[in-house]
């Protein structure tokens, strides 16, 4: 607040703005446009590039690329609006850009949304002087399943590479040759993988970089962008989804500058089209033989739903996904638990209110001195743009530490601590951590947990939030309600449903239920639901129904259902959030959560609330050729992905990483074959050595763990082959 | 005079004291020196594609107006030199240089606009004789003639510059 103001003169019109203020948005203040392509202040520093800003200074002798100043006391700047001599800069620019630029308009996605259109509409010229032959390319090259590349289209704006070395900082795409010959390209030609590589089809300025799912799909004209948010990761980055024709064709981002700064995950932005999978179901389906399901009318089905209900006489347990919306979790608890007194429930996470005291927005992790990030799985896994706020706090100047205990901690001014792993206990251990450090009330410090789960704070407010009651479990199951595709693709919850003398599973899915339900109930996806999602800051946030799900709402009929049980649960979100929010989150009303919404704290939530029991796997390993295996659910993976065939590229290699201090006693390179066992199995995996592993810990993404974690024996392939 | 990248000279500045500011109030540079004296054998348009392919070779590429605009003044040039051009293309090329000369990120893009646009204005006669008669009047005869730029000579880039012009 106490920066310095200086008084800028932007074609005639003075503002006053805080000392070094970009020119770009010192001109947006006066309402005025300077007009840019390779500015883009959240890539780092401007590069000056392509020289569409050029405005005029008074006392300098030349044009200047405008997105390179910043506001200084006194300046005089003048715009093509005023200025002649920047008038014909700008026209000059557009002229020699569409020089090479093909005639592809009317056949390029980015038509009718492309910024090269705009401002050659705007400031250029009107015709072309150039009769020589363009420059050609082979086009389009994918550089990805997901992303194709268009060189022709590309005006080298370096906005991607800048992205890819500064942002994601993965390096691959980069610029090749020089002069007249520069193109994008990849690093080797190899795929463009990673979990953010999506954004550079939102940075492109022109149809250069585009996603290839939305390839000849819309047109500006033809679409609608809802703003909702996403319902992948517990990090709920906004988005709007672009819609044509009552069907999502593409994911954008949605700029939340304390959750997202813009940038989402592929996973977020590539995965939509699971709503489409072949196996979508529409109706409910019934178990008529042994293992066969057969397609029955919504009636029959809340029929059977019914009957089931009543038969279980109260032994009914419910699972839940943690990606249910609050609503949808309230409704469900307020049938069982009120309606059939059934209290018992498998919740997707553990929670704990102990860590409402360290709140903080993701943005605030940018700031910190000092980062420490514990629990060993790798945080991009599970709450990617939480990776991306480390990443930027490291380019700041921060220290990422894998150790609370580091002395840099106790010295530093604003530490944020990171849980992002098993033994978390729900955010009660960083929270305690976050206590005996004294973190408590002071200025940029706080403390994060990131839940498997979507929405696993949400659902457990809910379930907890519709009534006091306790049952006590009743040895036998009657029923097992399973809750969403990541309930019902649990090999344990699969395991408890043997136990249950009937299981009723709701899932978008005809394939996750199959063989072992006896009444699959049709869900709906984020993308497709009015309510809301708590995301890991605490947020509360608004998710939209952007498209109609080909099978009607859950709050549908579980309030048909609940009626049949004499209780009363309405069919909307509004009113079922406005109950919730009664009881949770300080009767704050529906239509208050905001489009991008504020980080609020509700006294009234939960203190603790635990799944089950969880082990504590934090024990040392006991021998020296033992580590802890840490098997981790990887971000490409669940059911929405498994669903999106562009996205298979994408899933992690077969590999076992190793901390550098396990792989140099055992004599292991990265590439080597490994063996880790316990309790007589035991998978074999090349090895790969991370140097940012702690010592003792190895790690493995979980479809390649073969049902293995905790304690396991370590040791080269061929050692375990002679033995 | 100065180098390749600077304006050319004509025999009316002969009594130009060689020091900075003489030859800068006439608009000339000193630049890195040198003095490269062509004489009436040559052709001026030649000697200016060459020029302006160097430059093409040289420029980095990050900014727009270096990057395209020495592939087109490239362009242009050829076109004089074989003879397909117009008279329009002159002033085309003039124009391309104005568009290049100060609008650059770096003054590599300066270095090869202004001793083409000083050819073109300087020249202008030799320039449109190219036009006129279709092709260039010194044919094999200039002293240019089959001595190619630098780059031209580079093995690694000769595939690149084909493709590029
Ligand atoms: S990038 Fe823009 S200007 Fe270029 S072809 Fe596509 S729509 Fe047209
Ligand atoms: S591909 Fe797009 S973002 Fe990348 S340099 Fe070209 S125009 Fe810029
Ligand atoms: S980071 Fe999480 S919330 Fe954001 S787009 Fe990816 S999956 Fe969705
Ligand atoms: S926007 Fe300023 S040089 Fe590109």
Known sequence: MSAELVRVT???REVHVPKGTGLVETALVAGVEIPVFCYEPRLGEPVGACRMCLVEVDGMPKLQAGCTLTAQDGMVVKTARTSQQAAEGQNATLEFILVNHPLDCPVCDKGGE????DLTFRYGPGNTRMSFEKLTFEKPIPISPTISLDRERCILCYRCTRFSESVSEDGQLVAANRGAMSVITTFEDLPYSGAFTGNVTELCPVGALLPTQYRFEGRPWEIVDVPTVCGLCPVGCNIYATVREGKVKRILSRNHPEIDEGWICDKGRFAYTHLRAEDRLAQPLQRVRRHGLEQVSWEQALGEAE?????????????????????QAYALAKLLRVGLDSHQAMLPEEISGS????????????DADVVVVLGDVPVVERAPVVDLWIKSARRNGARILDDANDPAVGEAERVVLVWCGPGGRGGATVAKLAEKLGLAGREGCGAFYLPETPNGRGVADAWAACCDEESEPSGAIGLLVVSGDEAARDENVRALAEQAEATIVISMFGGLAAGWADL????????????TFVNLEGRLQRLRRTVTPPCPDELEWIAELAARFGVDVAPYA????????ERVY???????????????VYPEAQEHV??????????APRRKSQVRLVAYRPLFSGAAVERVAELQFQRPQPELELSADDARRRKIATGDLVTVGSNGSAITLPARVNRHLRAGIARVALEHANGLGGIVELAKAEEVASA | MGGSSFPVMTPDDLDTPLDANSLGAKGYFIGSGVVTVIDERTCIVQFALRVAQFYMHESCGKCTPCRVGTRWLVQLLRAVEEGTARERDLELTLDVCDRIIGKCLCVLGDSAAMPVASCVTKFRDEFRAHVEQGGCPFGADSQLAGLFAPVDQHAHTSVAQEAAV
Do not use: K
């Not at chain 1, 009914?316 to 609503?327: A, F, I, M, P, R």
């Not at chain 1, 509004?574 to 929010?581: I, K, P, T």
């Open chain 1, 10 to 12: 932007i074609d005639e």
């Open chain 1, 114 to 117: 492309c910024p090269l259109q």
């Open chain 1, 307 to 327: 009957r089931l209900l009543r038969d279980a006489r109260g032994r009914v347990v419910t699972v839940l996904s943690g990606s249910e919306t609050v609503e």
């Open chain 1, 355 to 366: 860590l409402d005291a360290y709140r903080l927005p993701l943005s605030s992790i940018r």
């Open chain 1, 520 to 531: 699959v109930l049709p869900g709906t996806g984020y993308l497709e639901r009015e309510g």
């Open chain 1, 574 to 581: 509004a009113a079922v959030f406005a109950e919730v929010s």
């Open chain 1, 586 to 600: 300080g009767g704050l009303a529906f239509g208050e959560v905001g489009e991008r919404a504020p980080l609020r």
């Open chain 1, 610 to 619: 635990a799944r089950q029991a969880l082990p504590e796997p934090r024990a």
